[in-house]
């Protein structure tokens, strides 16, 4: 009589507990996890330790559905074990190994409990490569999950530092920016540059465009966003390091940014000066004025 694949697994399971385990862990051992050092041999049999137990009071008769209630527990321990792995930095294969090097050690405790019922050996086998392929798949979906949001976050966080609003002078700021001038970032620049005016009290704001690789019209365009907010905050901008390459550029594709500009930061820091009715001079020549 052919047995039920949850039964018979579960079953297996139980019976065949220590030697599954011993060969799952050899086999977690040769693997990269522990090659890499970012996990210890004893954290590694723990998990496998808590997701075999898991997996064995998940299966119920005819419950070999891995997307079942039966299963929540077994599946929030793979996903904590998915994200912890995607934040020390495993690759997706190492992750997708935790689980499915399992099935080696299940399918030779099935063989060697079943060998002589073949009706029951391809039930059993069947139900283990159904529950395995589907826990091991969203094992996969929450991990790939998790490096997105670590890669969005990092990529946020790059934006705010690589936009820096720097204080030259009372009332005189620059935001040097660097890399490409996209929509996501344009927020993040605007966001920063108007909560450094409101701070700073500035009259001036010097946008140095030095580390933008090229400026065409969508980058024109996040470019003249950023001065009228500015302007509606009070401050005029100014934008420097406007390279001849990006000036040939500008005029061929009809750019105008309808703002001061000047080539380097220097020059633009010097019209800021002026326009506060402040002056840069030497020393020596002030020592001669006084005289």
Request: net charge negative; charged share 20%.
């Amino acid at each position: 009589m052919t047995g039920d694949g949850a039964e018979v697994l579960k079953r297996t399971l139980t019976d065949y507990e220590a030697a599954i385990l011993d060969a799952w862990n050899a086999s977690l051992r040769e693997g990269t996890s522990l090659q890499s050092g970012r996990i210890r041999e004893a954290e590694l049999r723990t998990q496998a330790q808590a997701v075999f137990g898991q997996l064995r009071e998940a299966l119920t008769p005819g419950g070999i559905d891995a997307d079942a209630e039966a299963f929540a527990a077994l599946r929030e321990t793979l996903a904590d074990i998915s994200r912890s792995r995607a934040i020390q930095g495993f690759t997706p294969t190492d992750t997708a190994n935790f689980v499915f090097s399992l099935k080696e050690p299940v399918f030779a405790a099935l063989k060697n409990a079943h060998g002589a019922d073949a009706a029951e050996l391809a039930a059993g086998m069947s139900a283990a490569s159904k529950v395995l392929d589907r826990l091991g798949l969203q094992t996969m979906e929450v991990f790939l999950a998790s490096r997105e949001e670590i890669i969005g976050r990092q990529g946020q966080e790059i934006a705010e530092l690589s936009t820096p609003v720097v204080r030259l002078w009372n009332g005189i700021l620059a935001l040097p920016l660097i890399g490409t001038l996209d929509s996501a970032r344009t927020g993040v620049v605007m966001e920063n540059l108007l909560q450094a005016i409101v701070d700073e009290e500035a009259e001036i704001a010097i946008i140095d465009i030095t580390g933008v690789p090229t400026v065409d019209t969508l980058v024109a365009q996040h470019l003249l966003k950023t001065v009228a907010a500015a302007r509606l905050m009070g401050a005029d901008c100014i934008v420097s390091g406007i390279r001849p390459q990006i000036a040939q550029t500008m005029v061929h594709l009809g750019v105008e940014l309808n703002v001061v500009s000047k080539a380097t930061l220097a020059d633009a820091f010097a019209v800021a000066l002026r326009r506060t009715g402040r002056k840069v001079v030497r020393q020596q020549a002030a020592a001669e004025e006084s005289r």
